[in-house]
């Protein structure tokens, strides 16, 4: 069984850093691919990045493109989100996800989820 654990969260200025660390267990992680979502409040789940089993690929949504970092390490089976530049729409909970199957970018487990909230 897939276990997702967030940490990394908390209150931070705008303009401020903090960076996300979602440890996973259960399975090979260098093998599937990750991805970071949030919610904020009264809106929907949004995808913010992802990466591919390698590290080489990775993808950004358009909001935190060249602020936001994803980025992970297989030996210690973590996949980690540097936010820079925070923005008071950054705001969110952030939720660590993994692919279902090697190969794809479909997302079947997902962390608890850290709160991130970014004071003007």
């Known amino acids: 069984q897939v276990q997702l654990v967030e940490s990394g969260g908390g209150l931070v200025q705008a303009g401020g850093s903090l960076r996300l660390s979602c440890a996973a267990s259960?399975?090979?992680?260098?093998?599937?691919?990750m991805g970071w979502f949030r919610e904020a409040p009264g809106k929907e789940r949004k995808l913010v990045a992802t990466?591919?089993?390698?590290?080489?690929?990775?993808y950004y949504a358009d909001s935190v493109k060249g602020r936001f970092t994803i980025s992970r390490d297989n030996a210690k089976n973590t996949v980690y989100l540097q936010m820079n530049s925070l923005k008071p729409e950054d705001t969110a909970v952030y939720y660590c996800?993994?692919?279902?199957?090697?190969?794809?970018?479909?997302?079947?487990?997902w962390g608890q989820g850290t709160q991130v909230t970014v004071s003007s």
């Open positions: 996800a993994a692919a279902s199957r090697p190969g794809s970018y479909e997302y079947d487990y």
């Open positions: 259960g399975r090979t992680f260098s093998s599937y691919a």
């Open positions: 990466i591919s089993v390698s590290g080489g690929n990775t």
